[in-house]
């Protein structure tokens, strides 16, 4: 069974983009400088041709790891999720019950997740804490720091897409 990774549109969208760059535009230049690094002459000392070579491996793995990812994904359309529970595409605001801080994230996927940005993972170990949860649940997720404890203050819907 194929496992889906749960995706919004934004970020299927990036994805597609960032395929489309490398199969059209950096997957030729590779080619291009690896031919240019040929002409130089013996194959075994030159820096140029290895560099280009390795950067070539670098870009097809690359296109083959986003295939799989794109091709697994499972696109949500955060714009239509519901606010009454924390599910994938919310904006969900907790404090801290150690600290009475207030931290704001948006659920996403795992391709999608950047603390600094405001969003985290659904499948990281606070991203599944979080999951169904409503406004005034406690939150209890065990980190690498140790346990922490927050309470849901609110839930929005995600910013249109």
């Known amino acids: 069974m194929v496992e889906r990774i749960p995706m ?5 969208q990036r994805l597609r983009e960032e395929l489309d760059r490398l199969e059209r535009v950096d997957r030729h230049e ?3 400088a690896i031919e240019i690094a040929r002409a130089h002459g013996d194959l075994s000392e030159n820096a140029e041709y290895h560099a280009a070579k ?5 870009i097809e793995g690359r ?6 990812k794109l091709g697994r994904a499972e696109v949500i359309d955060c714009s239509q999720v ?6 994938f595409g919310t904006v969900v605001t907790l404090m801290d019950m150690d600290t009475d801080e207030e931290v704001t994230y948006q659920l996403l996927g795992p391709e999608e ?7 985290i ?8 804490s979080i999951l169904g949860k409503e406004i ?6 065990k980190t690498p720091g140790g346990v922490r404890e927050f309470e849901v203050v609110d839930i929005k819907p995600a910013p249109v897409e």
């Open 63 to 68: 296109i083959m790891e986003l295939k799989d």
């Open 8 to 12: 919004s549109k934004t970020g299927h």
């Open 54 to 58: 390795e950067r070539q491996g670098m």
């Open 113 to 119: 997740a950047d603390v600094k940005k405001g969003s």
């Open 82 to 87: 519901r606010c009454d529970k924390a599910v």
């Open 30 to 32: 590779v080619v291009k």
């Open 121 to 128: 993972s659904v499948l990281s170990p606070l991203g599944r």
């Open 136 to 141: 005034g649940d406690e939150v209890v997720t």
